[in-house]
């Protein structure tokens, strides 16, 4: 499972810290054609919990995207990292993450992540010259 459980850091007043978890993102995140995730992603945060109930949470999301280069069809794989930064809030303004004060389930904000800071194409590297005839 993703999340923090805020209640219980606070009781530990553990008000700031750090995380790692490790999942399988979700395929239909991927919108390259012919291009897949290989293995699982890694997300490292910190975390810093205020004393009016909000929590900010940065870090990267690290994950690896395999298929079809998508100029030249060439098989290729390559790491991609994304940032994350996110602030949660007990009440909804329309702007932050809403949580109910206990517990936050980060998985929202990772599958977010990997989708913001994924590239619109998959490339075998800047040689890439395209499909030759």
Known sequence: MMIL?????NGLKEYSGEAEFSFQPSENLVDIPYVSFS???VAKIR???FEDGSAQVRGTVTYRL?????RCLKETETE???EIN?????EDNGEDYVYDG????????????????MPCVLSCGEGCEGITY
Do not use: P
């Not at 395999?66 to 998508?70: A, D, E, N, R, W």
């Not at 996110?86 to 007990?90: E, I, L, M, S």
């Open 5 to 9: 459980d805020v209640k219980k850091l």
């Open 39 to 41: 293995g699982k992603a």
């Open 47 to 49: 975390y810093d919990l």
């Open 66 to 70: 395999k298929g079809l280069c998508s």
């Open 80 to 82: 991609v990292t994304g």
């Open 86 to 90: 996110a602030r949660y809030v007990r």
């Open 102 to 117: 206990n517990v936050i389930d980060l998985t929202e904000l990772f599958n977010d992540s990997v989708v913001f800071g």
